[in-house]
């Protein structure tokens, strides 16, 4: 097999040459047909999913962020195709937490965001964000638990990526000392991963996660240059 060659320049696979919006969802009756495999974003409200998502597909304003907690009040689906092209669905999930909601509201919520977490057979991974300075609490366990708790066998297990959002507004120095202690928390340390530091204002961490969650979906990692031609097989 030939070996995967590191380049710190672009390299094929992770320029996402098309974006665009496919549905959105308040209710389970809404869900667009499952097509692609999809990758699915969740945290509390005003952690910064919503620009990663941005960030991740390299587009600005395609999905909708807010300083206001609590700004994305749908499931939304989003199509991305890199320059392989590889094709996937990532999945904009409401924020949980989010005191101002009503109770109905939230109770009706926890259960259209169950169902998709449980009930899409396209589900390949969940990237869970944190604020880098906050880390993981206890919505963010319950919600791991509900993802890790499904009984459908016929699906995959979902892969549970970990990140940790807004690094930009640590120091320099407190950086990888702040990831390093969210690495040593529960909840990485459960599912014996690291946390991914990123970063949507100074860029950090595209590139790592979006290599994390290709291999999640089952796909081939980028590398620097189309796979060169092996020995000829004997004759
Ligand atoms: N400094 C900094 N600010 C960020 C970063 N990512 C997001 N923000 C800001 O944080 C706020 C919330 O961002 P969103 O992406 O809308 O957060 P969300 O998690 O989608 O929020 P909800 O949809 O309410 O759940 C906005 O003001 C963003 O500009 C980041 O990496 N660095
Ligand atoms: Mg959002």
């Given at each position: 097999?030939?070996?995967?060659?590191?380049?710190?320049?672009?390299?094929?696979?992770?320029?996402?040459?098309?974006?665009?919006?496919?549905?959105?969802?308040?209710?389970?009756?809404?869900?667009?047909?499952?097509?692609?495999?999809?990758?699915?974003?969740?945290?509390?409200s005003?952690?910064?999913?919503?620009?990663?998502?941005?960030?991740?597909?390299?587009?600005?304003?395609?999905?909708?962020?807010?300083?206001?907690?609590g700004c994305t009040r749908q499931i939304?689906?989003?199509?991305?195709?890199?320059?392989?092209?590889?094709?996937?669905?990532?999945?904009d999930l409401p924020g949980y937490?989010y005191?101002?909601?009503?109770?109905?509201?939230?109770?009706?919520w926890?259960?259209v965001i169950?169902?998709?977490?449980?009930?899409?057979?396209?589900?390949?991974?969940?990237?869970?964000?944190?604020?880098?300075?906050?880390?993981?609490?206890?919505?963010?366990?319950?919600?791991?638990?509900?993802?890790?708790?499904?009984?459908?066998?016929?699906?995959?297990?979902?892969?549970?990526?970990?990140?940790?959002?807004?690094?930009?507004?640590?120091?320099?120095?407190?950086?990888?000392?702040?990831?390093?202690?969210?690495?040593?928390?529960?909840?990485?340390?459960?599912?014996?991963?690291?946390?991914?530091?990123?970063?949507?204002?100074?860029?950090?961490?595209?590139?790592?996660?979006?290599?994390?969650?290709?291999?999640?979906?089952?796909?081939?990692?980028?590398?620097?240059?189309?796979?060169?031609?092996?020995?000829?097989?004997?004759?």
């Amino acid at each position: 097999m030939a070996a995967r060659v590191e380049s710190p320049a672009a390299t094929r696979g992770e320029r996402i040459v098309q974006a665009s919006f496919l549905a959105g969802a308040t209710t389970i009756e809404q869900f667009p047909p499952p097509m692609l495999l999809e990758v699915a974003f969740a945290g509390r409200s005003n952690v910064g999913k919503s620009s990663l998502m941005n960030a991740l597909m390299q587009r600005k304003g395609l999905v909708r962020t807010s300083g206001t907690p609590g700004c994305t009040r749908q499931i939304s689906w989003f199509h991305a195709k890199s320059d392989d092209g590889a094709e996937v669905c990532l999945t904009d999930l409401p924020g949980y937490g989010y005191a101002k909601r009503s109770k109905g509201e939230r109770k009706g919520w926890a259960r259209v965001i169950e169902g998709y977490l449980l009930g899409r057979p396209t589900l390949r991974a969940v990237v869970l964000l944190t604020d880098a300075r906050r880390g993981f609490e206890e919505d963010d366990r319950d919600l791991v638990e509900l993802v890790q708790s499904q009984a459908d066998t016929s699906r995959p297990a979902v892969e549970v990526v970990l990140v940790g959002t807004k690094v930009d507004k640590l120091s320099r120095s407190a950086r990888k000392p702040a990831l390093a202690t969210l690495d040593q928390s529960e909840l990485p340390r459960a599912l014996g991963t690291r946390v991914i530091g990123f970063s949507a204002v100074e860029d950090i961490g595209r590139r790592e996660l979006w290599k994390t969650l290709r291999g999640a979906l089952g796909l081939t990692v980028p590398s620097a240059e189309p796979t060169p031609a092996g020995p000829a097989p004997a004759p």
